[in-house]
């Protein structure tokens, strides 16, 4: 059987991080096949829309045409690369997913819950994660830790790190709100620790969904 597992969180939670760690893990503990990706992004095309909304060049962009651009980023993405992975029996591990335009335009932006999971459900279809790890980790931590990469690597991508700390309070509270919301299937893991006993948190979780 193949499995759909999502990170979500702050900027600077440490999903890259924990997502690669996982990967290791379930490569070398089992025999599961597993392709890690990321949004947005993941493929070609969905690629080219990453550098339009990540890029600090664009502030113009509207809420309503960057919600848009996640959701057409998001369905190539699904249609192009998680579905045919899934349907290869392959386990899809993700960094950041649906609940992502649910927090950061639907709660952050304003743009209304009902609105953003409608166009999510348009987006993916019945590609729906089995498992998502939200890394709950204050704002005002991972945006500094963020930052830092950020500037260390000159990097462009840092649209969202330069919004007000509101608004990453607001993506904090949200990704709370979806943990009660969904409990089943979204799991809050305290990203405050250390690399390792934050692994081991993810790996408690996760053997929980692979147990037969």
């Known amino acids: 059987m ?7 969180g702050v900027e600077g939670c440490g999903k890259t991080t924990q997502i690669r760690l996982l990967k290791k893990f379930l490569e070398e503990t089992s025999t599961y096949e597993v392709v890690l990706t990321r949004e947005p992004g993941g493929t070609p095309l969905a690629n080219k829309i990453r550098e339009i909304l990540l890029s600090r060049e664009n502030k113009a962009l509207t809420s309503k045409a960057e919600l848009l651009l996640y959701e057409a980023s998001r369905n190539q993405h699904v249609e192009e690369l998680i579905k045919p992975a899934l349907k290869a029996k392959k386990t ?5 997913y649906m609940d992502a335009t ?3 335009q639907g709660i952050a932006r304003g743009l209304g819950l009902e609105l953003c999971e409608k166009l999510n459900q348009f987006a ?3 590609c729906v994660p089995h498992l998502t790890l939200v890394l709950d980790c204050p704002p005002e931590i991972g945006l500094k830790r963020s930052l830092a990469r950020l500037s260390q690597e000159k990097s462009k991508e ?3 790190e330069e919004e007000k700390l509101e608004f990453h ?3 904090y ?4 709100e979806l943990a009660k919301k969904y409990p089943k299937r979204v799991k ?10 934050i692994q081991q948190a993810i790996q408690k979780e996760v053997k929980s969904l692979l147990k037969p």
């Open 102 to 104: 649910t927090v950061y």
């Open 169 to 171: 309070k607001k993506v």
């Open 173 to 176: 509270q949200g990704y709370r």
């Open 92 to 96: 899809v591990l993700c960094d950041r």
């Open 188 to 197: 809050l893991i305290d990203a405050t620790g250390s690399v390792s006993d």
């Open 2 to 8: 193949s499995y759909f597992i999502t990170f979500e």
């Open 124 to 126: 993916v279809g019945d």
């Open 158 to 160: 840092s649209r969202f």
